[in-house]
């Protein structure tokens, strides 16, 4: 083995094909979009340089792309807040010694990660629907529902915050699985002189539990805030954006340039906004979330 480490030519060629398939599949690519992003070009002839032109006009009077980054920032506060806290949390408690059914309940909530978006969406569009589902609950009790997608008058249109809560039910069981690996691996004999030392459960899991998994909270923060920012299917499928562009994100307003409005130059200088936007805040939790090397 030692011997394969030291041959280069070996090296290249057991590397050349990954090396091959990151340039035709991610390299590429992004360096078409970015040099199309500087372009004016709706897929009919040839692209027309215009410089920052896509730039200036998304960040001073495109409306809906202030509106799809103020919705897609809440996706992302929202998600760390939900998924990220009862991730844990049922991690946690599904790790506890004596669990019962440990296997059955991990099950149970990581099923939703792998159900296709498309169909949830559909099924929560009918419960989310004023004249069916949760609202033709509520007419039993009297109970007039509000217009769960449609609604706008609030800061926050309620739609969003519908489409939040499916998102969370949906990714709350990857998380929780990541979290699981890492508690997993924490040694059993520190939990034991806890016990010795008189800590509950609670204090065990603030002492103990909390600061281990520090390593696996980046990994799973940096993911839950990327996938926030790409959030588009859920979005897609339940409301299109609208009311008037109300609950519009980035990657769905990208997509309605691109192929509703056939810009694609000023779509790809968006994909690039939310790029670097994901780059950002990737760097930020580094910088925030200290990890020590044990």
């Not at 004596?98 to 569009?125: D, H, Q």
């Not at 039910?169 to 890492?182: F, K, P």
Request: charged share 10%; net charge positive.
């Amino acid at each position: 083995m030692n011997k394969v480490l030291r041959n280069k030519r070996a090296i290249f060629i057991f590397t050349a094909p990954a090396a091959a398939m990151f340039l035709a599949i991610m390299l590429i690519p992004i360096v078409c979009a970015i040099a199309l992003a500087f372009c004016d070009w709706n897929s009919i002839g040839m692209p027309r340089f215009i410089g920052a032109g896509n730039f200036v006009e998304m960040f001073t009077k495109d409306k809906t792309m202030g509106i799809a980054v103020r919705n897609s920032l809440f996706i992302v506060v929202f998600s760390l807040v939900t998924q990220q806290t009862a991730g844990l949390l049922i991690a946690a408690a599904l790790s506890a010694r004596g669990t019962r059914l440990r296997n059955f309940f991990k099950n149970i909530y990581y099923m939703p990660c792998v159900i296709s978006s498309s169909a949830l969406a559909l099924l929560f569009s009918f419960l989310f629907n004023p004249n069916m589902g949760i609202n033709a609950l509520l007419r039993i009790f009297g109970i007039e529902g509000p217009l769960w997608l449609m609604d706008v008058s609030w800061k926050i249109p309620l739609g969003l915050w519908a489409i939040g809560f499916v998102a969370t039910w949906q990714y709350t069981g990857s998380s929780m699985m990541l979290y699981m690996a890492a508690i997993a691996g924490i040694p059993d004999t520190y939990y034991d002189a806890a016990e010795i030392d008189g800590a509950g459960r609670v204090q065990s899991f603030f002492l103990i539990t909390l600061p281990l998994v520090k390593p696996m909270a980046k990994i799973s923060i940096t993911m839950s805030c990327i996938g926030s920012l790409k959030f588009f299917d859920l979005i897609y499928n339940m409301t299109k954006g609208g009311p008037s562009h109300q609950t519009e994100v980035m990657a769905s307003h990208l997509y309605n340039s691109a192929f509703g409005n056939m810009r694609f130059g000023y779509a790809s200088a968006i994909s690039i906004t939310i790029m670097v936007m994901c780059v950002a805040v990737s760097a930020l939790v580094n910088v925030l979330i200290k990890v020590e090397d044990r």
